[in-house]
Nanobody, 125 residues
Framework: QVQVVESGGGLVQAGGSARLSCVAS????????MAWFRQNSGQERQFVAA????????VYADSVKGRFTISRDNAKKSASLQMNSLKPEDTAVYYC??????????????????WGQGTQVTVSS
């Protein structure tokens, strides 16, 4: 089993920045994809960004391109999501996801095996 724990988030003003972090532990593999999704109550979980095991491939949702940056630190088994120019519509619970893979990142929730508990990001207008 792999445990995934997120941190960061909170209340941010529109136009501001926030940084989310995610750490994986347990039976991890060096070959993994880490991703961020977000979800609001009553809505489907939405893809935000993902990064390949070597950091060589990143994928972003159109809604966050140019504002969010995903990165990873394999030595720390972690991934981060730097969120700039935040908008009220970015408000959601953000989840870190993990899958063992060497293939390019996928953007569907079913493609990930392990999930964190989520961290709330609220952007005030």
């Amino acid at each position: 089993q792999v445990q995934v724990v997120e941190s960061g988030g909170g209340l941010v003003q529109a136009g501001g920045s926030a940084r989310l972090s995610c750490v994986a532990s347990g039976r991890t593999s060096p070959y993994n994809v880490m991703a961020w999704f977000r979800q609001n109550s009553g809505q489907e979980r939405q893809f935000v960004a993902a990064v390949s095991w070597d950091g060589g491939a990143t994928v972003y949702a159109d809604s966050v391109k140019g504002r969010f940056t995903i990165s990873r630190d394999n030595a720390k088994k972690s991934a981060s999501l730097q969120m700039n120019s935040l908008k009220p519509e970015d408000t959601a619970v953000y989840y870190c996801a993990y899958r063992v893979a060497t293939t390019p990142p996928v953007t569907t929730p079913r493609g990930y095996d392990y999930w964190g508990q989520g961290t709330q990001v609220t952007v005030s207008s």
